[in-house]
């Protein structure tokens, strides 16, 4: 959507300073930015547009591909987020030996990631902050899985549903495959929630032979409401190519 927003804003900008010449015929110039201007939005109802001298447009497939790489960079950035975060946590450890050093806990990380959430502005530095307390979520619950994993991800609380996706993450178990897609897709209203219950899913979902039906179907439902060109958009969809089927539903 903000791709058509531009293009249309550039086409109405090059109109209007065409037209601003005495000369304010309707001649080919304008007629081509008004075209312009209207492709992005045309490309809903026609699939192509081929012009003299054999160029072709395939509109569809452009915006798809345009919002595919969008959400590939921005899972991207998330994932170099999980990394940085990883190293930093690594050289604040080194500074004195781990053994010395209390290991935070997966109630004291969850009560973190909801007191950072709330008390620094969105932007980068809060998305590194809660991509750390995911790295260290990961690490705590390889060091002591929950117990209580069903009650995580049922949780109203978004700090401790993310602790149950670093949970899943950290111990793929298929038997809380449903479960899982269930609370990323129903319950969780955040995108960095969603986001890193998406990557857990994805791990989860590898290790099942045969997704259930059900979850198939939340995973559609969600991929068909997610916004365009985001990271969980496609990781979603990377999910249900893994999982051997499409984003929509087949019309038989």
């Not at 992005?40 to 192509?48: E, M, R, T, V, Y």
């Not at 003299?52 to 950035?77: M, N, Y």
């Not at 590194?128 to 929950?146: S, Y």
């Amino acid at each position: 959507m903000a791709l058509r927003i531009v293009i249309a804003a550039v086409a109405v900008i090059a109109l209007t300073i065409h037209l601003s010449y005495p000369t304010l015929a309707l001649d080919s110039f304008s007629l081509g930015a008004i075209v312009f201007g209207l492709l992005p939005w045309l490309g809903a109802i026609i699939k192509s547009i081929e012009l003299p001298g054999g160029a072709k447009f395939e509109l569809q497939a452009l915006e798809e591909k345009i919002d595919t790489a969008r959400g590939a960079a921005e899972s991207a950035d998330q994932k170099a987020d999980l990394a940085l975060a990883s190293r930093a946590t690594g050289i604040t450890m080194g500074a004195e030996s781990q053994a010395d050093k209390p290991q935070p806990t997966l109630a004291y990380l969850s009560e973190r990631y909801n007191n950072v959430r709330a008390s620094l502005k969105p932007g980068d530095e809060r998305t590194i902050e809660m991509t750390a307390i995911v790295n260290q979520m990961i690490a705590a619950a390889r060091r002591e899985p929950p117990t209580d994993l069903l009650d995580l991800l049922r949780s109203p609380d978004r700090g401790q549903r993310l602790a149950g996706y670093a949970s899943a993450y950290a111990d793929p178990d298929p038997r809380f495959l449903s479960e899982l897609v269930a609370s990323v897709t129903r319950r969780e209203d955040k995108p960095f929630g969603q986001y890193w219950g998406l990557q857990a899913v994805r791990r989860v979902a590898e290790h099942e032979e045969h997704v259930p039906h059900d979850v198939i179907a939340l995973l559609r439902e969600y991929a068909t409401a997610v916004p365009r060109g985001t990271d969980r958009e496609y990781e979603v969809v990377r999910i249900l190519e893994q999982a051997g089927v499409g984003a929509h539903s087949s019309s038989n």
